[in-house]
Structure formats: C-alpha cells, structure tokens
C-alpha cells in the first residue's frame, strides 16, 4: 500500500495548504466548492484541467522536491506538496 493523501478544495482555498507525502504516494483534491477549480503545478508535472463542483483529480509524485500549484481560474488559490525520498 502506498498510502494516500486528500486535500479538499474548499472555500476557495486548499485544505491543507501543505500536505508532505513520501515519494510514490498518491494525492487526491476534492472539489469540495460548488465553483470549478483547477490543481496546476507550476512547473508543469501536473494539472487536473477544469475540475467541477464534486469532482476529484489524483496524482502519484514520484520524485522528491516541493511542487507549489494553484487554480487557473482563481490565481489566489495557492498549495504546496512537499513530497521526501
């Protein structure tokens, strides 16, 4: 099992903000919000496209490093995955 980690997307925001998973975990965003969001990285390694009211994306990182992302539609909307060796 390679665990997992949730982030909920809710009242325009990203909860938690941070989340630090080992390489090789899956993280899941909910869109918890009745608005369409978006979980783009900032450089690139991934990008749920339009995600509506409901809808989840999960991704598996398997190199270690610090990917900030954000929401395309609502710049302001801000996380952090932190993922160890």
Known sequence: DDGA???SISNFAFEPGT???P???K???TNDD???HTVTSEDGSFDSG???AGRSFTTTLSEP???A???QIHPEMQGTVEVTG
């Open 69 to 71: 992302y954000r929401c």
């Open 19 to 21: 989340v630090t998973v």
């Open 50 to 52: 339009i995600l509506d």
């Open 65 to 67: 490093g610090t990917f």
């Open 5 to 7: 980690s949730s982030v």
């Open 34 to 36: 009745p608005t369409p």
């Open 27 to 29: 993280v899941t965003w």
């Open 23 to 25: 390489a090789g975990t």
